[in-house]
């Protein structure tokens, strides 16, 4: 496949608002999907008219209206006011969730526990399921052990796949992630009957804000560029 084949939206040329994904008549670089996959573009708006997918959608935008203030004000200047949790929180109501699956891992057992306690005094019913659940030992998927974290002893392996299931049997609504690591987020995804949000990602360095790395890339962190 040609690279001009392959949509390339981070690569764009023009500056946000003057985009054609933005702003109608706007402009479109090479790899822009909106100019270029049409069919795709049509077949996507189909999708939003499904029953089971429109009011999501409308919600969701909804939401995200509402986390800026004084919008009515011109000139306008963004002001946002509301924290991801309060979105997360907001906009399970909108949908009329009442069960909440909690998925976290145990690095982050102690936010985990605060985060329960705040959706249960909104008013929800919270199932949450821990990344070791099972207990199963590392050894059931092949790791060896000088693969382990702590050499020489038992190790459970995270579980994302039975969180999952846990969470269908206890049939929860809308599922919140905290914390799971790249690649057990990825099967949580997979093996989930609901949908599913993030409150937040694990970075072990960065205190768990890897933009961190991202911002200072051109500094602290040029150590990421490979030359």
């Given at each position: 496949?040609?690279?001009?084949?392959?949509?390339?939206?981070?690569?764009?040329?023009?500056?946000?608002?003057?985009?054609?994904?933005?702003?109608?008549?706007?402009?479109?670089s090479?790899?822009?999907?909106?100019?270029?996959?049409?069919?795709?573009?049509?077949?996507?708006?189909?999708?939003?008219?499904?029953?089971?997918?429109?009011?999501f959608?409308?919600?969701?935008?909804?939401?995200?209206?509402?986390?800026y203030?004084?919008?009515?004000k011109?000139?306008?200047?963004?002001?946002?006011?509301?924290?991801?949790?309060?979105?997360?929180?907001?906009?399970?109501?909108?949908?009329g969730?009442?069960?909440?699956?909690?998925?976290?891992?145990?690095?982050?057992?102690?936010?985990?526990?605060?985060?329960?306690?705040?959706?249960?005094?909104?008013?929800f019913?919270?199932?949450?399921?821990?990344?070791?659940?099972g207990?199963?030992?590392?050894?059931?998927?092949?790791?060896?052990?000088?693969?382990?974290?702590?050499?020489?002893?038992?190790?459970?392996?995270?579980n994302?796949?039975?969180?999952?299931m846990?969470?269908?049997?206890?049939?929860?609504?809308?599922?919140?992630?905290?914390?799971?690591?790249?690649?057990?987020?990825?099967?949580?995804?997979?093996?989930?009957?609901?949908?599913?949000?993030?409150?937040?990602?694990?970075?072990?360095?960065?205190?768990?804000?890897?933009?961190?790395?991202?911002?200072?890339?051109?500094?602290?962190?040029?150590?990421?560029?490979?030359?």
């Amino acid at each position: 496949m040609k690279k001009k084949n392959i949509a390339q939206c981070a690569e764009c040329q023009y500056p946000v608002q003057e985009r054609v994904c933005t702003t109608p008549g706007g402009k479109a670089s090479t790899g822009c999907p909106s100019a270029s996959k049409k069919a795709l573009v049509q077949k996507a708006s189909n999708e939003y008219r499904t029953d089971s997918i429109a009011e999501f959608a409308r919600q969701a935008s909804i939401q995200e209206g509402e986390c800026y203030s004084e919008r009515e004000k011109r000139p306008y200047v963004m002001h946002p006011v509301k924290p991801r949790f309060i979105e997360i929180v907001e906009f399970a109501q909108k949908m009329g969730y009442r069960r909440l699956g909690l998925i976290f891992c145990l690095g982050l057992a102690n936010e985990a526990g605060i985060a329960n306690r705040l959706f249960k005094s909104h008013g929800f019913e919270v199932v949450s399921v821990a990344c070791k659940v099972g207990g199963v030992p590392k050894e059931e998927i092949g790791i060896q052990e000088e693969e382990k974290i702590f050499i020489g002893g038992h190790e459970s392996m995270c579980n994302p796949i039975l969180q999952a299931m846990v969470a269908n049997e206890e049939k929860t609504e809308f599922n919140v992630l905290l914390g799971l690591c790249v690649g057990h987020d990825s099967l949580f995804f997979k093996y989930a009957d609901a949908p599913t949000t993030v409150l937040a990602v694990k970075d072990r360095v960065t205190g768990h804000n890897p933009l961190a790395a991202l911002y200072t890339s051109g500094s602290y962190y040029a150590w990421l560029n490979k030359t």
